[in-house]
T-cell receptor, first 112, second 115 residues
């Protein structure tokens, strides 16, 4: 079953603009959320995370927002750069476990 | 920056044969994981390992799978009697402590092709 959903398979954004990637989850036991970035032929690279006690976490150009009541999180990239072009995965884990539950990913293309 | 390394990058095996995928986790990490990604599908959790024993496993991780930490640095995934449907990218990951509030760091994966 899809406990973590990324409903947009792809997104195209112009360089310098904001990229917003969305993720929804169904399991109310999830308490830790992560974004990973993946280039072809490489493994997922950790980008940013947020714990359920927060609603926002920022790291440079990347900000993750968490709306627990809506079971929704988003990743904002500002400003977007061509090197940000990759597949972005949302993942979540529950306090009781070790398993990361992944979404199917959103392919971001940043055009010059 | 320390990283998780996986070997080989690509493994081709005949159906029914045994295969061992190898991983060297980040040196000061204590928790180790295996995931797989079948082409076109999401990354799926297989197993987590801590203190020389399995701490959690998914339904995918049946009796044909096993994990081992044979020495202080390697972490292996063995698949006995491989099937066509085992063809996938297999990712190893590690973290300093358990999943909550600590990111898992992934290797670049082993592409397993079963013929």
């Amino acid at each position: 079953d899809q406990q973590v959903k990324q409903n947009s398979p792809s997104l195209s954004v112009q360089e310098g603009r904001i990229s917003i990637l969305n993720c929804d989850y169904t399991n109310s036991m999830f308490d830790y959320f992560l974004w990973y970035k993946k280039y072809p032929a490489e493994g997922p690279t950790f980008l940013i995370s947020i714990s359920s006690i927060k609603d926002k976490n920022e790291d440079g150009r990347f900000t993750v927002f968490l709306n627990k009541s809506a079971k929704h999180l988003s990743l904002h990239i500002v400003p977007s750069q061509p090197g940000d072009s990759a597949v972005y995965f949302c993942a979540a884990s529950a306090i009781s476990g070790y398993e990361l539950n992944f979404g199917k990913g959103t392919s971001l293309l940043v055009t010059p | 920056e320390p990283e998780v390394t996986q070997t080989p990058s690509h493994q081709v095996t005949q159906m029914g044969q045994e295969v061992i995928l190898r991983c060297v986790p980040i040196s000061n990490h204590l928790y180790f994981y295996w995931y797989r990604q079948i082409l076109g599908q999401k990354v799926e959790f297989l197993v987590s390992f801590y203190n020389n024993e399995i701490s959690e496993k998914s339904e995918i991780f049946d009796d044909q799978f096993s994990v081992e930490r044979p020495d202080g640095s390697n972490f292996t995934l063995k698949i006995r009697s491989t099937k066509l449907e085992d063809s996938a990218m297999y990712f190893c990951a590690s973290s300093p402590i358990g999943s909550s509030n600590q990111p898992q760091h992934f290797g670049d994966g082993t592409r397993l092709s079963i013929l």
